[in-house]
């Protein structure tokens, strides 16, 4: 059974940073792409930041490009996404996801639960 638990999520002002955490479980972790993304309400979910299975190669959302960096440890089998200059646009459920590419919101096939993110102005 894959399990994919988030963590980190929380209250910030903007211009804060915040790290969200990703534990993977019931797959093979190295295998896989992983993702971030994040649902606001009204809106769809949108991938956020993905990373290929060896960590060589990065996908960012034009919104988040520069202030957002996802990285990855293999041993560990977690994945993490570190933001900075939070915006109040930024707001939202963050979802931890894996799949088959990394750039492709399509490939993706497990999910974790959710961590909701606000940043007040």
């Known amino acids: 059974q894959v399990q994919l638990v988030e963590s980190g999520g929380g209250l910030v002002q903007a211009g804060g940073s915040l790290r969200l955490s990703c534990a993977a479980s019931?797959?093979?972790?190295?295998?896989?792409?992983m993702g971030w993304f994040r649902q606001a309400p009204g809106k769809e979910r949108d991938l956020v930041a993905g990373?290929?299975?060896?960590?060589?190669?990065?996908y960012y959302a034009d919104s988040v490009k520069g202030r957002f960096t996802i990285s990855r440890d293999n041993a560990k089998n977690t994945v993490s996404l570190q933001m900075n200059r939070l915006k109040p646009e930024d707001t939202a459920v963050y979802y931890c996801?894996?799949?088959?590419?990394?750039?492709?919101?399509?490939?993706?096939?497990?999910w974790g639960q959710g961590t909701q993110v606000a940043v007040s102005s």
């Open positions: 990373i290929s299975w060896s960590g060589s190669n990065t």
């Open positions: 019931g797959l093979t972790f190295s295998s896989y792409a």
């Open positions: 996801a894996a799949g088959l590419m990394y750039s492709n919101r399509g490939s993706y096939k497990y």
